[in-house]
């Protein structure tokens, strides 16, 4: 549900590196994404472990 908007988090991410993750949501939510706060996370705490958006 997130991979589609990716390349926007990764964007956010180097424009903004402490921007809060409800924001990100919002963000993905007015682009489409139908997932959930809490898979939001889950998505980012495993791209961060394993430096897929750093």
């Not at 590196?17 to 706060?37: K, M, P, Q, Y």
């Amino acid at each position: 549900m997130v991979d589609p908007d990716r390349d926007h988090l990764r964007r956010r991410r180097a424009e903004e590196r402490g921007v809060l993750v409800e924001h990100l949501f919002d963000e993905i939510r007015a682009l489409g994404c139908t997932g959930s706060l809490n898979f939001l996370h889950t998505y980012l705490n495993q791209a961060y472990r394993v430096n897929q958006l750093r």
